[in-house]
């Protein structure tokens, strides 16, 4: 009986490991404020694999939303570095669609004055401004959209900050993937 169990548990793991490939994958980002969830876009293949793997890596348990700029993006997923984007362990190249904008409740990667717009690997931001930001489409990859917890976007996106837009107190992320 005890062989059993431990038995079963390793057979209902690995049939759900299995059909995760035939589910969609959604993105799941918990903070004290409350859980955000988001679908990915396949338009943007590289970007949603990335934030995949990172996320399945728990990449982002140990950082914080390190950017809020009201009616702008709140961000995160910055190694909390002096080097900052120089610490990216990747840059991804862009993935731009017309159909894929800047909306209020978009998810995207962020990136620094790099001509090519390569998109830094670890860092998302998601748009907190209700008519949306499309001075961004085009230059900024966008590879999901929100689609509950805008009530924890709006509370983050009005926390107080310092002069360089970091939260007073830290907003700390969990970032997994829920397969439906």
């Not at 209700?130 to 961004?136: A, I, R």
Request: glycine share 8%.
């Amino acid at each position: 009986m005890k062989f059993l169990i431990p038995f079963s548990i390793l057979i209902i793991l690995s049939c759900a490991t299995s059909n995760n490939k035939s589910k969609k994958p959604y993105g799941v980002i918990e903070t004290a404020y409350g859980t955000m969830v988001f679908s990915f876009y396949d338009e943007a293949p590289n970007h949603k694999q990335s934030f995949i793997k990172l996320a399945n890596a728990r990449y982002w348990d140990s950082l914080t939303f390190n950017r809020v700029i009201k009616d702008f993006v709140i961000q995160g997923g910055c190694p909390d570095t002096p080097e900052g984007f120089n610490e990216s362990h990747y840059l991804l190249n862009p993935e731009f669609d017309e159909k894929l904008k800047h909306v209020y409740g978009a998810v995207g990667m962020g990136r620094d004055d790099n001509p090519e717009k390569k998109s830094a690997g670890c860092q998302f931001y998601i748009v907190n401004k209700k008519e949306g930001l499309p001075f961004l489409d085009g230059n900024y990859t966008v590879f999901g959209k929100l689609i509950s917890g805008f009530n924890v976007l709006d509370s983050i996106s009005n926390v107080q900050t310092d002069s360089l837009d970091q939260p007073l107190e830290p907003v700390s992320l969990k970032v997994r993937v829920l397969y439906k």
